[in-house]
Antibody, heavy 118, light 110 residues
Framework: QVHLVQSGTEVKKPGASVKVSCKASGYTFTDYYMHWVRQAPGQGLEWMGWINLNTGDTNYAQNFQGWVTMTRDTSISTAYMEVSRLTFDDTAVYYC???????????WGQGTLVTVSS | QSALTQPPSASGSPGQSVTISCTGTSSDIGSNNYVSWYQQHPGKAPKLMIYEVSKRPSGVPDRFSGSKSGNTASLTVSGLQAEDEADYYCTSYAGTNNFVFGTGTKVTVL
């Protein structure tokens, strides 16, 4: 059975960085792309970008280019998403989601709450 | 890339049908069939309900159906049940490896 398990809640100060992990199990990790999506409190879903878990190629949404980095470690079937230079507006729940191959996300992590607070 | 436009809310009584629209442009919805719909209950991760405009993943009831015409996609929930009360988001591939979510619709079962 497919599972995506994310790292726990984070509290960071403005200007800091945060790295969220997403550990996959139950399928061949490198056969799929992984996307990251965030949701600010009381707001809608926002797509951040994807990583090809086989090649490591990435593509970021325009709003996140230059300050979000997606990586993976195939040896432990884990994807990572790092946000640098955090601001209060980055307070959100961050999700990883597996792409079934046609821009449909069939499995999601449980979400990681990142709070930016001084 | 601008978000796809959805009505903020929709409602229906148990057993009735509700249809949610999702309006994009010729650069996203109008240019491909990679439209998906997600259901999200409060405090939970989204769940895939429809992909490629009208396909249902295994386990999704056939009460949920999707369609598309031009730059607008639609999700219809037939035979509304209490557990269908949730937020619904459409999504679309937007070209050059970009992707966009809809603004979200809160469905209330009266």
């Amino acid at each position: 059975q497919v599972h995506l398990v994310q790292s726990g809640t984070e509290v960071k100060k403005p200007g800091a960085s945060v790295k969220v992990s997403c550990k996959a199990s139950g399928y061949t990790f490198t056969d799929y792309y992984m996307h990251w999506v965030r949701q600010a409190p009381g707001q809608g879903l926002e797509w951040m970008g994807w990583i090809n878990l086989n090649t490591g190629d990435t593509n970021y949404a325009q709003n996140f280019q230059g300050w979000v980095t997606m990586t993976r470690d195939t040896s432990i079937s884990t994807a990572y998403m790092e946000v640098s230079r955090l601001t209060f507006d980055d307070t959100a729940v961050y999700y990883c989601a597996r792409d079934i191959g046609n821009w449909g996300f069939d499995y999601w992590g449980q979400g990681t709450l990142v709070t930016v607070s001084s | 890339q601008s978000a796809l436009t959805q009505p903020p809310s929709a409602s229906g009584s148990p057993g009735q049908s509700v249809t949610i629209s999702c309006t994009g442009t010729s650069s996203d919805i109008g240019s491909n069939n990679y439209v998906s719909w997600y259901q999200q209950h409060p405090g939970k991760a989204p769940k895939l309900m429809i992909y490629e405009v009208s396909k249902r993943p295994s386990g999704v009831p056939d009460r949920f159906s999707g369609s598309k015409s031009g730059n607008t996609a639609s999700l219809t929930v037939s035979g509304l049940q209490a557990e269908d009360e949730a937020d619904y988001y459409c999504t679309s591939y937007a070209g050059t490896n970009n992707f966009v979510f809809g603004t979200g619709t809160k469905v209330t079962v009266l």
